[in-house]
């Protein structure tokens, strides 16, 4: 905070001194000084109105995820670096469902792909196994932030109001390839859950060993 105040101290002197130095070429020391406070008090607006820089500090964790994360092996360094890395991965997914709904194209392809579910559930899915991190390092480091880039330039293209058949053509192309992507990201996220649902199929079995072992037997 004191920083914010000697940097804000510092801007509105020196546009008090461009001020007086300006009113001092009419050499008089009254309109210099006049300019001169002018300057500054317009210096001290424009600091009051100066948006405050977003705060990058996480919430509070939970306490029961604090245990989910214990109970996966994370150290709190770990703990700090994951719930980091998960914060700027949901802004990002966020800007992503949002761009899906801004463009007609790019709606059309989570329609056809079920991309905005498909991101959320893999980020669920990380969420619940926060030690697999590295498994999902593709998806967290290269896919979500390629996508974005490219949905961001496909929505900027889109809105020229003069477009050529080569501006199509690299629209086309930069469709092609997101839906390309989506369907990279489904695979991999199938194979990220993949323990999961042999887990459930296993469990599946065994219950219905317990429900009719005899019945069980004969599909065997």
């Known amino acids: 905070m004191a920083t914010s105040k000697r940097i804000r101290i510092w801007r509105i002197i020196l546009w008090a001194a461009m001020g007086a130095a300006i009113g001092a070429l009419s050499g008089r020391w ?3 000084l006049s300019i001169g406070v002018v300057f500054a008090f317009a210096r001290y607006i424009g600091e009051l109105s100066r948006p405050k820089p977003k705060s990058t500090s996480l919430p ?3 306490p029961k995820m604090a245990e989910h994360y214990a109970a996966s092996g994370l150290s709190d360094e770990e703990i700090k670096l994951f719930r980091k890395t998960m ?3 949901a802004e990002q997914i966020r800007t992503i469902e949002a761009l899906t709904k801004e463009v007609p194209k790019l709606r059309a392809l ?3 792909t079920d991309l905005v579910d498909l991101l959320h559930a ?3 899915a990380l969420v619940q196994a926060p030690q697999r991190l590295t498994d999902a390092g593709t998806f967290v ?3 979500v932030p390629n996508l974005l880039d490219l949905m961001q330039k496909y929505a900027q293209i889109t809105h020229h109001e003069v477009k050529t ?3 199509y053509e690299t629209l086309d192309k930069a469709f092609s390839t997101m839906t390309s992507m989506a ?5 991999d996220y199938q194979a990220f859950i993949k323990d999961d649902l042999d887990d459930l199929d296993s469990d599946v079995r065994l219950a219905k060993k317990h429900l009719d072992p005899d019945k069980v037997h004969e599909t065997e």
Do not use: M
């Open 110 to 112: 989570t329609l056809n």
């Open 165 to 167: 058949a080569d501006t």
């Open 141 to 143: 480091y290269q896919q």
């Open 30 to 32: 009254v309109i210099a």
């Open 122 to 124: 893999y980020f669920e």
């Open 87 to 89: 914060a700027d991965l």
């Open 60 to 62: 509070s964790l939970d």
């Open 183 to 187: 369907g990279k990201i489904k695979s």
